[in-house]
Nanobody, 122 residues
Framework: QVQLVESGGGLVQAGESLRLSCAAS????????MGWYRQAPGKERELVAS???????NYADSVKGRFTISRDYARNAVYLQMNSLKSEDTAVYYC????????????????WGQGTQVTVSS
């Protein structure tokens, strides 16, 4: 019903930058929150950054000052600009969206992208 497609991952050297993109498609009335999570091998999935409709943002302490999340409401898209990348940032990054399919007061559901690999070599 709703699909999220990520792009922009890759392999970079420490200190370099990447920009991740995610676009949602399907039956969408509105998206309350879009964000990025990441999961390294053997680790739990963690929130990297989120962008709430209305303008509120949240960042993990480990990425504050280095990563910037942004939204394109018209395109149902979210972006993550990642600067000064560190080896600790290596993970699969997942796009997340909390979607209302039919109305502003209807039930919202979380959808996830398939993930995009980010590898930072040191």
């Amino acid at each position: 019903q709703v699909q999220l497609v990520e792009s922009g991952g890759g392999l970079v050297q420490a200190g370099e930058s990447l920009r991740l993109s995610c676009a949602a498609s399907g039956r969408i009335f509105s998206i309350d929150i879009m964000g990025w999570y990441r999961q390294a091998p053997g680790k739990e999935r963690e929130l990297v950054a989120s962008f709430r409709s209305g303008g509120g943002t949240n960042y993990a302490d480990s990425v504050k000052g280095r990563f910037t999340i942004s939204r394109d409401y018209a395109r149902n898209a979210v972006y993550l600009q990642m600067n000064s990348l560190k080896s600790e940032d290596t993970a699969v990054y997942y796009c997340n969206a909390r979607v209302r399919s039919s109305s502003s007061i209807g039930t919202s559901y979380d959808y996830w992208g398939q993930g995009t690999q980010v590898t930072v070599s040191s």
